[in-house]
């Protein structure tokens, strides 16, 4: 039994160094490694908001307008968002005891002297958005409104009323 473990131990020595020799040769930095990373990105969506100068508020109150007279007021729109928009204007609840053509609307973009409306105050009725420009990201544009009895309204038109909402659209430009 003496000469097996003396044996075993003459073969398992060579063997022991030869692997150490081995590790030593793998780990000694004979190989060059290089390596790199990158991030994926930040995503994030667009936006599309605008601001209303006078969001929820009358943009004009005409009192005891006489014939041939005109009161104005204006309104700022801004785009708020990241987004380009297509910008419209609808009447909303519009109501109007004047006999037609007596009470004249004239919605006006004041950046461009763009007509936007110009009719019977009836004319802007539910419905049918009126277009009024395509607006970049933080860009705003001043409307004046005018409104105007006419010179020929008759007496009938005394005591008359009319009211109407606007109602501000915007919708996303495709690139």
Do not use: C
Not at 10 to 35: E, H, Y
Not at 40 to 60: A, E, P, R
Not at 102 to 123: M, R, T
């Amino acid at each position: 039994m003496t000469s097996t473990t003396s044996r075993s131990k003459k073969v398992l020595a060579p063997l022991a160094v030869l692997l150490a020799a081995g590790a030593l040769a793998v780990g000694s930095g004979a190989t060059f490694t290089s390596a790199s990373s990158n991030t994926i990105g930040s995503v994030t969506s667009g936006t599309l908001t605008h601001s209303n100068s006078k969001d929820n508020q009358v943009i004009l109150s005409a009192q005891a307008l006489q014939p041939g007279k005109s009161q104005t007021g204006d309104v700022t729109l801004t785009n708020t968002g990241t987004l380009p928009a297509s910008f419209s204007l609808t009447g909303k609840d519009a109501q109007s005891t004047f006999a037609q053509g007596d009470l004249k609307l004239k919605v006006v973009n004041e950046a461009n002297s763009h007509i936007v409306y110009e009719g019977d105050f009836g004319g802007l009725r539910d419905g049918g958005a009126k277009q009024i420009g395509n607006f970049t990201p933080g860009q705003a544009a001043t409307f004046k409104f005018t409104v105007t009895l006419d010179q020929n309204a008759g007496n009938t038109a005394q005591g008359q009323s009319a009211s109407a909402a606007i109602v501000w659209d915007a919708i996303q430009i495709n690139n």
